[in-house]
């Protein structure tokens, strides 16, 4: 684990381009989230800078998607008795099959919404990624110097993600606010900000590969770089969980920081909400800011 250079000591002339990948669900409380929060806010065109640009990527539902879901069901029946034990694995190896072909298959932009072949289930947030990564690197968006996965629940400032990029590794760059995992396990880089340099998200998607598919899509990529011996970068990261607690935020945290985590956590979903609430302070003290130069 290593702590990123400051932007001052590590920067370069001209800030780097970044991609933006949103990680979507076509449902509810997540579709409000993004409608109403994302892009009213830091998604906005007008709040997206020079070298910026983001797309949010979905799964698709039907029947392949309620058969992955049975089939992710039925497969944590492996480990029971002699019966759950062969309809676990056999669901398991139907399960990873499916989800391999899914993220395999072409993903199609539409604007700025990336639809993947991937089920739109939960268990398959791992081949959903990595075909929104193989999109990214196949030429189709351009060439950016970082590709940075979020969440739904993420408000990213991007002018100071470019600005904390500069200061960081071209290649083999892998950075963002570190989860804690099990005493056996590497440290790995949370799902709501991972910011991986082009040829690291190049490496992800061009890997054909096992990957273990009952990983979080998160943990699965703090194996693959672990394995590789890239350790991750640690970045700053603040939570806020409703709107007044943005008031209570300092102001030179507010600043220095580039990913925001709004997920509330108990009784309905109001991320939107801190998230507006957010912004209309950073721009407020941006107008500030602007007013006393």
């Not at 199609?108 to 081949?127: A, C, H, K, W």
């Amino acid at each position: 684990m290593t702590t990123a250079p400051s932007p001052e000591t590590g920067g370069i002339g001209t800030l780097p381009s970044i991609l933006v990948l949103v990680l979507s669900f076509d449902r509810e409380p997540w579709r409000t989230v993004e409608r109403q929060g994302q892009r009213r806010t830091w998604a906005a065109p007008e709040s997206v800078p020079p070298g910026c640009r983001g797309v949010f990527y979905d799964g698709r539902h039907g029947l392949q998607a309620q058969g992955a879901r049975v089939a992710a069901r039925l497969a944590r029946l492996e480990g029971r008795d002699v019966v759950s034990r062969l309809v676990g694995g056999a669901a398991g190896r139907a399960a990873t099959a499916l989800a391999n072909r899914s993220g395999s298959a072409p993903a199609r932009l539409s604007g700025d919404r990336l639809q993947t072949q991937v089920p739109e289930i939960y268990p398959f947030v791992l081949p959903k990624l990595l075909a929104a990564l193989r999109w990214a690197t196949s030429g189709a968006a351009g060439r950016f110097d970082y590709v940075y996965r979020a969440n739904t629940s993420a408000y990213v400032a991007l002018d100071r993600l470019q600005e904390i990029a500069a200061g960081l590794p071209r290649t083999d760059c892998y950075a963002g606010w570190l989860g804690r995992p099990p005493a056996s396990g590497p440290p790995f880089v949370k799902g709501a900000g991972i910011l991986l340099s082009w040829d690291a998200a190049e490496r992800v998607a061009r890997h054909r590969g096992p990957w273990n598919w009952r990983r979080v899509d998160d943990a699965a990529l703090g194996d693959f770089f672990s394995e590789r011996a890239v350790a991750p970068i640690e970045l700053q990261r603040v939570l806020l969980r409703r709107p007044e607690a943005v008031l209570e935020l300092p102001e030179d945290e507010l600043r220095s920081s580039s990913q925001f985590r709004c997920k509330s956590t108990s009784g309905e979903r109001i991320d939107h909400l801190t998230m507006v609430a957010l912004h209309t302070r950073l721009r407020s003290l941006e107008a500030a800011a602007d007013g006393g130069r």
